[in-house]
């Protein structure tokens, strides 16, 4: 008996896999205010040059007068935010003059924000302005690097320990960081955090899907991903309504830090993956977990009967499984044929590549930096309802591939739509990131369909790992823009078109079950490797005929 059939035994989909799956995903929801937090909390507010300190008399005059004699105005007549004059230009106040020295330099004492719209945020607090503008992306690309570290660590450290401990020790690790965060008022502690916090991003999304995947029977697995995908929706319109009535950063970001205590309080409750305790020659702790899920469900009698097919089970799950799963999964995958694990890195380097270009610095689209992110967010749902309906019927590298190629040309005919059209062009890139948002959700469920068990979480980490490296890449990607304004979009753009193509060479999983081990995935591979030469064969041998057969020599 397979460890499918053993589940559809006990309920299928049932009360405890309702319940199970949704404790799992509540906290990946708020996962995702943490991705795209510092869109509120290193919001740049309008400002310019602070005057000097030696005009005490004119400096407390905040007037329009005082601000027009001492600060140049840009090309658009606004207040310009990096520069000021030497000196006062009083002279300036006439409108028949220009002033008689328009001599200017860099703000030394400091600058003046516009706190209207947000009291404070880490960009007031440490003047990441004008020079120091640079470190307001570090802080971002910090957390990206944590996201990397996370996935490198917590992958391989899940094929080890099981899937629980290291989702309950992120929990906590974010809980703690987050507040740590919000409570240290120099910007290096800041960065140290939220790269600690990053780390936690891999721990728990990595685990939550393999535990949701691992305890959801074949039928079940398309659906729960694609719940996985709406709760980061729901958590990015979470995210517009807290930041709206919580606008300082450092509640902001406490705010979004403290409900995962609550998380790890209750994330004992959840059981360990029974596969992976029947891969581990832990065939009774398995048979515990599974008696309590059949409890839950309604089936209490099947699972009192389940000890003989357990342990029949894990005895040929088990031998030296634990010393095969530490092969690495290239060189593994390679010796399969598949290369997924290149093939699906790739795709999520390209996929995270233009996903974080264009939801990382939603000021760039001129309007309320809540509706932006309320749009974004709302845009998620009737794209993931059709990823749905694709993933089901069409399949995955299908669904995967058509979502990336809509998205990258949706990010490079953003190019033509004039600046003017501020509507237009939000709408337009929110669409193209809704296809991302999808195809994202949908290359991790196909990630971790693609794995045997024993090495499930190495692999995914593996290629989550590429997709880091993506998020990284993503703000130098943004910084082209003040060479040419064209090359941020063709790239994020052309890197989607690319990676749609690069999935079209995976293999498809639709309604297949889950390979448990290597030796398993291994068998699978010759068997398709040996019917795919049949196959061929037999059309070189039909052909073969069909040249010399008589019809031929008659026609």
Excluded at 24 to 42: I, K, S, V
Excluded at 88 to 100: E, I
Excluded at 185 to 203: E, I, K, N, P, Q
Excluded at 515 to 523: K, L
């Amino acid at each position: 008996m397979a460890f499918t059939d053993l589940l559809d035994t006990l309920g299928g989909t049932g009360r405890f896999q309702l319940i199970h799956t949704a404790l799992l995903l509540l906290p990946c929801g708020l996962l995702a205010c943490h991705n795209f937090l510092q869109n509120f909390t290193a919001a740049v507010p309008p400002h310019h040059c602070r005057g000097p300190t030696n005009h005490t008399e004119a400096s407390t005059n905040d007037s329009g007068a005082w601000l027009r004699a001492t600060v140049p105005l840009d090309q658009l007549g606004a207040p310009e935010p990096c520069r000021r004059f030497t000196k006062p230009q009083w002279a300036l106040l006439s409108p028949n003059s220009s002033g008689p020295d328009t001599a200017t330099e860099r703000c030394k004492d400091g600058w003046v924000y516009n706190h209207s719209v947000f009291p404070s945020t880490i960009v007031m607090e440490w003047d990441l302005v004008c020079e120091a503008r640079t470190l307001r992306d570090l802080a971002q690309s910090v957390y990206m690097a944590g996201v990397l570290m996370g996935a490198a660590v917590f992958g391989s450290l899940a094929d080890r320990l099981g899937r629980k401990a290291p989702l309950v020790w992120s929990y906590l690790q974010l809980a703690a960081s987050g507040a740590a965060t919000a409570y240290f008022s120099s910007f290096s502690a800041y960065c140290v955090f939220r790269f600690l916090m990053g780390m936690t991003f891999s721990g728990i999304i990595l685990n939550s899907l393999s535990l949701v995947v691992e305890w959801m029977p074949t039928r079940g697995r398309t659906v729960a991903g694609i719940l996985l995908g709406y709760s980061f929706t729901l958590g990015q319109l979470i995210l517009a309504g807290i930041a709206y009535l919580i606008r300082p950063w450092r509640c902001l970001q406490f705010a979004v830090s403290a409900p995962f205590l609550i998380f790890f309080l209750y994330s004992w409750w959840l059981p360990e993956s029974s596969r992976w305790l029947l891969l581990h020659g832990k065939s009774h702790l398995a048979v515990q977990n599974l008696q309590k899920v059949a409890a839950m469900n309604g089936r209490k009698e099947e699972g009192e009967r389940l000890t003989k097919e357990v342990s029949e089970l894990g005895g040929r799950k088990g031998g030296n499984s634990l010393q095969s799963c530490w092969q690495p999964p290239v060189v593994l995958e390679f010796r399969l044929t598949c290369h997924p694990s290149v093939d699906a890195g790739n795709t999520q380097f390209s996929n995270s590549v233009a996903y974080y270009g264009l939801a990382m610095d939603l000021q760039k689209f001129g309007l309320s930096l809540y509706l932006v992110q309320a749009l974004f967010g709302i845009i998620d749902i009737p794209a993931m309802l059709v990823a749905i309906a694709t993933m089901i019927y069409m399949g995955r590298w299908a669904t995967v591939a058509s979502f990336l190629i809509l998205a990258g040309l949706m990010v490079i005919a953003n190019m033509f739509v004039p600046e003017g059209m501020q509507i237009l062009r939000t709408a337009q890139a929110a669409l193209g990131k809704g296809c991302l948002a999808s195809s994202f959700i949908c290359v991790y469920l196909f990630t971790g369909e693609l794995y045997p068990t024993e090495i499930r979480q190495m692999g995914m980490g593996f290629a989550s790992v590429y997709a880091r490296l993506g998020g990284l890449a993503a703000p130098l990607v943004t910084r082209l823009g003040e060479y040419s304004t064209i090359l941020p979009p063709v790239s994020f753009g052309a890197t989607a078109v690319l990676a749609g193509l690069a999935v079209c060479f995976l293999t498809e999983t639709r309604n297949a079950p889950l390979v448990e081990t290597i030796a398993a995935m291994e068998r699978w591979a010759k068997e398709t490797s040996s019917k795919k030469h049949v196959e061929e064969k037999s059309e070189e041998i039909s052909l073969q005929q069909l040249r010399t057969s008589p019809l031929r020599e008659t026609i």
